[in-house]
């Protein structure tokens, strides 16, 4: 079978890893892919934002499976112009994408699934949401309804931080349009944990969990970042939780999406707080989680591929997905200022020997090839270094051990992945 890949970070170099494994695969290409893709399939120079020129391309190649990694092509229609172009394509509609597009919009859908969730209110008007937090108290949670790149949630331990925020969001617009409402929400308390479950429009199949660490630094300190490190499974997250997550989210939320029109497959990302009260949804993405699919990937003992082409083709039954009971985590090395503004072009040595290390694997998130052949980082986060052992400890002990074998002064890492856990 000929894939092609969409995407060009650390999940797509995972899930690229695992692709090639399958039997079933006679070519790859990624677009547009990375240096560390770039070892085991065609990087193609096509965006993959640009719908027409991946489809295009595509079409010409005989390409009989589209895998999307990230959300933007999906909310742009990938999967909708692959299917006028008759090829299966792994993620959403664009109206489906919606669980990740729009906050209300899931908070509306998790409502008539009867799945639980925080309490909510959605507004346009600041004067009416600044009413609304004073009447309900703090901490409250204030989010930009929009796609704000991750960054438009406020978790206000105060009134004055939600009025602030309100301020911030609806009438300084710090997010654009993403800001033009708010969804105001009551807070969650607990451990969270990210849940991935495939999906084919009627049936789902579970996968596993993983735990992110979103703040920038040990102890969860300073700013949120896209995920600084991930391991799996998370011991907090029972296996009596993910059957209750399936069926009382997973599965009426598909038939919530399937009763308006538009039937989910892909990959559900399933964001929830574990609260003493049994676990809620936090938000959907319609995704794997990067860096969680790192971590997922490290686990995956069945090939990846047929389950993909199952979703893709709307037909999952039979689909099941075998784990190795091994954890296995991921540490981010990022480049210093990340998430702020980061220096590009600087080379990064070590990355064979760290990939020596027993139970490593390395894998390419923010790098490009420099003048000379060598790698050099060109992104926020730059390299995601996974490792899987018999135990979690052994597992983190391995990852940056790898991490120490690097060469690369730029680059700094959380030095407490997987802390909830040991
Ligand atoms: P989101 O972009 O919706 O995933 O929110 C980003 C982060 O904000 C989450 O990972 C949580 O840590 C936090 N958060 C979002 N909604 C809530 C809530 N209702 N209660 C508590 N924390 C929340
Ligand atoms: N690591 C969080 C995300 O992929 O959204």
Request: some cysteine.
């Amino acid at each position: 079978m000929k894939v092609l890949l969409v995407g060009g970070g650390g999940r797509e170099h995972a899930l690229a890893w695992k692709i090639v494994q399958s039997p079933l695969l006679t070519q790859l290409w990624c677009a547009p892919g990375n240096p560390g893709i770039a070892e085991f399939a065609g990087c193609v120079a096509i965006g993959a934002e640009d719908i027409p020129g991946l489809v295009g391309f595509a079409r010409e190649n005989g390409v009989e499976l589209v895998v999307a990694g990230p959300e933007a092509p999906l909310t742009l229609g990938l999967a909708d112009a692959c299917a006028e172009a008759g090829i299966p394509c792994f993620g959403p509609s664009a109206a489906a994408a919606m669980l990740e597009g729009s906050k209300a919009f899931t908070k509306e859908v998790l409502d008539a699934a009867g799945a639980p969730t925080a309490a909510w209110r959605r507004f346009d008007d600041p004067v009416a949401a600044r009413d609304y937090v004073r009447v309900r108290g703090a901490p409250i949670v204030v989010k930009a309804d929009g796609l704000a790149a991750g960054k438009g949630v406020v978790v206000a331990a105060t009134l004055e931080e939600a009025e602030a925020a309100i301020a911030d969001i609806m009438e300084s617009r710090v997010h654009g349009a993403a800001g033009a409402s708010v969804v105001i929400e009551e807070c969650m308390m607990g451990e969270e944990a990210s849940f991935f479950a495939l999906c084919d429009g009627v049936r789902a199949v579970p996968m596993a969990a993983a735990q992110d660490h979103k703040r920038v630094g040990d102890g969860d300190t300073g700013p949120n970042t896209g995920g600084m490190g991930a391991y799996s499974p998370p011991p907090a997250f029972t296996d009596a939780m993910r059957d209750e997550v399936m069926t009382r989210v997973v599965e009426p939320v598909l038939a919530e999406m399937a009763r308006r029109g538009s039937p989910f497959r892909g990959v559900l990302f399933v964001g929830l707080m574990l609260t003493a009260t049994g676990p809620r949804v936090i938000e959907f993405n319609v995704r794997f989680g990067d860096p969680e699919c790192q971590a997922l990937m490290m686990r995956l003992k069945s090939d990846l591929l047929p389950a993909l082409l199952a979703s893709a083709r709307g037909d999952l039954s039979g689909v099941e997905l075998e784990w190795s009971a091994d954890p296995s985590l991921v540490v981010v090395v990022a480049a210093r200022g990340y998430p702020g503004a980061v220096t590009k072009g600087e080379p990064i040595g070590g990355l064979e020997k760290a990939a020596a290390i027993p139970g490593v694997r390395v894998f390419h998130a923010g790098t490009a090839q420099g003048a000379d052949g060598a790698v050099v980082a060109s992104g926020g986060r730059v390299l995601g270094i996974g490792a899987t052992a018999p135990d979690l400890r052994t597992a983190r002990e391995a990852a940056y051990a790898a991490v120490d074998a690097l060469d690369w002064p730029g680059g700094f890492c959380r030095r407490d992945i997987a802390h909830r856990a040991l």
